[in-house]
Nanobody, 124 residues
Framework: QVQLVESGGGLVQAGGSLRLSCAAS????????MGWFRQAPGREREFVGG????????YYADSVKGRFTISRDNAKNTVYLQMNSLKPEDTAVYYC?????????????????WGQGTQVTVSS
């Protein structure tokens, strides 16, 4: 089992920035590809972005490309989501996810491990 705990959410004005963190425990963190998803009220959960186990590659949804950056520190068992130029439509609960990976790839689906989520609210 992998346990994931997100932090860093909050209220920010449009155009502002937030950095979310996700601390992992329970297994060897560097064996896992990581992802971020979000879910806004009344909408389906959507993929935001992902990073390979090595951190060498990332992939983002078109809606956040150029504004959000995912990084990881395997020594600290932590993955980050840096969110810049935030928009009201970025308001959602953000979830950190993990998937065991045997190759250095980014996954957009099929994550078995999820954190409890952290609320991000962007005011206009």
């Amino acid at each position: 089992q992998v346990q994931l705990v997100e932090s860093g959410g909050g209220l920010v004005q449009a155009g502002g920035s937030l950095r979310l963190s996700c601390a992992a425990s329970g297994r060897t963190f560097s064996n896992y590809a990581m992802g971020w998803f979000r879910q806004a009220p009344g909408r389906e959960r959507e993929f935001v972005g992902g990073i390979t186990w090595s951190g060498a590659r990332t992939y983002y949804a078109d809606s956040v490309k150029g504004r959000f950056t995912i990084s990881r520190d395997n020594a600290k068992n932590t993955v980050y989501l840096q969110m810049n130029s935030l928009k009201p439509e970025d308001t959602a609960v953000y979830y950190c996810t993990a998937k065991r990976a045997v190759t250095d790839v980014v996954f957009t689906t099929g994550y078995p491990y999820w954190g409890q989520g952290t609320q991000v609210t962007v005011s206009s």
